[in-house]
C-alpha cells in the first residue's frame, strides 16, 4: 500500500536561513504522483509541485526547490533564504496510476522566526 | 472563477444529528474527494469521486455517506454526528478522473460535534 511519510513535525528556524523539509514514500507502482501543498496559518491548502515518477529533474521556483530521489524513495523541499511568510504547515503526497486514491503525509509544520 | 465552493464554513452538531456538507465546483473537474485533518493526523481521505454516479471508500469513510449526481456537486452526509467527527473537513477537485494531477481545494468547514 502507498504511504507517506513525514518525519518532522515542527521545525523552526530564523528569517533568511535555508529550511529542508523531508519526504519519504513507499510505493509498489512503477508510475506514480508526488505533491507538495502548503497550508498557510489562513487555512487554505495551496498546490506547490507535481512530480511523475518518470522525471527525476530536480525543479527550481524562485526560493522554493524539490529534489527528487526514485534511489532513496524522497522528495525534500527545500525553502532557500526563508521567510516569515514562509510559515505553514507543509504536505507531500502521493497517487498511484493503478489507483484513484492520494494519500497525505501528516504535514510539517515550518516557523519562520524573525 | 469560484472554483471549488464549500458551506456551511462552520458548524456545531450534537451527537447523533445528521448535516450534509455541501461542496460545489465550476470548473467542470471529474475527480473530486472529501478530506478530514485533524491534529497530528495530516489530511485523510474519506470518499472520493472520479466522474458522475461515481463513488468509492477512502481511508476512513465509516460515518460518512457521499454521492454524485452531477459533475459540479459532491456532498459529504454524517449519518449520525459522534464527537470523534469532530474536524476541519476539505473538498478537492481535479481535472482529469484520477488525482494524478493538481488539486483545487474549497476552504474548509470546521465541524465541532457535541
Known amino acids: 500500500a502507498q504511504k507517506v511519510t513525514q518525519a518532522q513535525t515542527e521545525i523552526s528556524v530564523v528569517e533568511k536561513e535555508d529550511v529542508t523539509l523531508d519526504c519519504v514514500y513507499e510505493t509498489r507502482d512503477t508510475t506514480y504522483y508526488l505533491f507538495w501543498y502548503k497550508q498557510p496559518p489562513s487555512g487554505e491548502l495551496v498546490f506547490l509541485i507535481r512530480r511523475n515518477s518518470f522525471d527525476e529533474q530536480n525543479e527550481i521556483s524562485g526560493r522554493y526547490s524539490w529534489n527528487f530521489q526514485k534511489s532513496t524513495s524522497s522528495f525534500n523541499f527545500t525553502i532557500t533564504a526563508s521567510q516569515v511568510v514562509d510559515s505553514a504547515v507543509y504536505f507531500c503526497?502521493?497517487?498511484?496510476?493503478?489507483?484513484?486514491?492520494?494519500?497525505f503525509g501528516k504535514g510539517t509544520r515550518l516557523h519562520i522566526l524573525p | 472563477n469560484a472554483g471549488v465552493t464549500q458551506t456551511p464554513k462552520f458548524q456545531v452538531l450534537k451527537t447523533g444529528q445528521s448535516m450534509t456538507l455541501q461542496c460545489a465546483q465550476d470548473m467542470n473537474h471529474e475527480y473530486m474527494s472529501w478530506y478530514r485533518q485533524d491534529p497530528g493526523m495530516g489530511l485523510r481521505l474519506i470518499h472520493y469521486?472520479?466522474?458522475?454516479?461515481?463513488?468509492d471508500q477512502g481511508e476512513v469513510p465509516n460515518g460518512y455517506n457521499v454521492s454524485r449526481s452531477t459533475t459540479e456537486d459532491f456532498p459529504l452526509r454524517l449519518l449520525s454526528a459522534a464527537p470523534s467527527q469532530t474536524s476541519v473537513y476539505f473538498c478537492?477537485?481535479?481535472?482529469?478522473?484520477?488525482?494524478?494531477?493538481?488539486?483545487?481545494f474549497g476552504q474548509g468547514t470546521r465541524l465541532t460535534v457535541v
Open positions: 469521486s472520479v466522474g458522475a454516479g461515481i463513488t
Open positions: 478537492a477537485s481535479s481535472y482529469e478522473g484520477t488525482p494524478n494531477t493538481e488539486a483545487f
Open positions: 503526497a502521493l497517487s498511484e496510476d493503478r489507483d484513484d486514491k492520494i494519500i
